[in-house]
């Protein structure tokens, strides 16, 4: 029997399934493990290759694993799936992972800093908070509504259902109703209290990391952004270019070709779903409220060819090229000169 060279690891809550190779690809290791001896069994191997699915707390194990002196590699759960051999389970899996891993063509996701994962947990919890503001605006426009009282769209426009909620004098809101509503009012200004702290926080990482700083020079991208980017993409060099990054956030064309013959379909949508909404959301504000995007003559001319929201995919595609540029040769955004 050999000595382990590589290592599938297949992640759970509770029940880890090793499958380790010797360097002529036989099988050494078949077994379970339990939470517990994870770190003691890998302890006493010598320094080996481990693969994991870039999965939940697969970057925590993947920092824990190279202390000990392993070479770990996290892949995408997808480009995994294609080796799997039969029926699913525990062992396929981790099979699987130990066959992917020795592939030339595999890609790999660079494993996160505990700063990144910290500051992506920001992220996340506000996008969850203002998921849940939003519900809380939806119904308390929804309840007033059935009493009469109907406001302008817009998160500012609240203001004025939440002032006759709280307003005890306006005997147009039974007194039963107002009971009700004040606790979604609070609920709203609570949200949007812990939202707001939120962005201070994640305006300060940014303050002090000087890939977000860099991001941010770009038109069309501000702290919210960059930070998330800079959080997200942990190696930029793991981009060929820019059109692979983009792709990579699923802002190219979905392919759907053969026999030589190119059919092209809507966005892919691959890729990290936040970023991508981030990106074309600021693009859509660019178009609305940028004088320089109004007289760019890339976006005039796209604009006056395609509807809208092709334009807005097409000028977040171009923003993200432009992000990893940035990033990829660590230097700021420097407009070029049009002539008119």
């Known amino acids: ?33 339990r939470r517990s001896q994870v770190i ?45 051999k ?35 947990l920001m992220h996340r919890t506000r996008d969850l908070l203002i998921r849940q503001r939003t519900m809380l605006v939806n119904a ?70 000087p890939v977000s700083q860099r991001l941010a020079t770009i038109p069309g991208i501000g702290p919210i952004i960059a930070t998330a980017i800079a959080a997200t993409v942990a190696d930029a060099s793991v981009f060929s270019s820019g059109r692979e990054f983009a792709a990579w956030l699923g802002l190219v064309p979905r392919q759907s070709s053969t026999g030589g013959k190119a059919r092209l379909g809507g966005i892919s949508k691959r890729g990290d779903s936040y970023l991508r909404r981030l990106l074309v959301n600021s693009a859509h504000t660019v178009l609305l409220c940028s004088k320089a995007a109004k007289v760019d003559p890339w976006v005039v001319s796209l604009r006056s060819r395609k509807p809208r929201l092709v334009v807005a995919v097409a000028l977040a595609n171009k923003t993200a090229r432009v992000a990893w540029a940035v990033m990829s040769r660590h230097d700021t955004y420097r407009r070029i000169a049009v002539a008119a």
């Not at 599938?8 to 010797?22: E, M, R, S």
């Not at 066959?99 to 910290?118: G, H, L, Y």
């Not at 147009?172 to 939120?198: F, K, V, Y």
């Open 140 to 209: 308390l426009r929804g309840h007033m509504a059935e009493f009469g009282f109907v406001e302008a769209q817009g998160l500012h426009k609240v203001a004025g259902l939440i002032a006759i909620v709280t307003n005890d004098g306006d005997e147009r809101l039974p007194n039963l109703a107002r009971q009700a509503l004040n606790l979604i009012a609070e609920q709203i200004t609570e949200l949007q209290n812990r939202i707001s702290a939120l962005e201070r926080q994640i305006l300060a990482w940014h303050k002090n990391n």
């Open 1 to 33: 029997m050999g000595e382990i060279t590589t290592i599938g690891l297949d992640l759970a809550k509770n029940v880890f399934q090793v499958h380790g190779l010797d360097e002529m690809g036989a099988p050494v290791v078949v077994k379970r493990l």
């Open 86 to 120: 039969r029926n699913k389970n525990d062992a396929a899996d981790a099979a699987a992972i130990c066959e992917a891993v020795r592939r030339p063509s595999m890609r790999f996701v660079p494993v996160k800093t505990i700063e990144q994962q910290s500051a992506l």
């Open 40 to 84: 003691g069994f890998f302890a006493s191997l010598r320094p080996s290759l481990i693969g994991m699915e870039a999965c939940a707390t697969a970057h925590h194990w993947a920092r824990e694993l190279t202390k000990l002196g392993h070479a770990v590699r996290l892949m995408p759960p997808q480009y995994v799936k294609a080796y799997v």
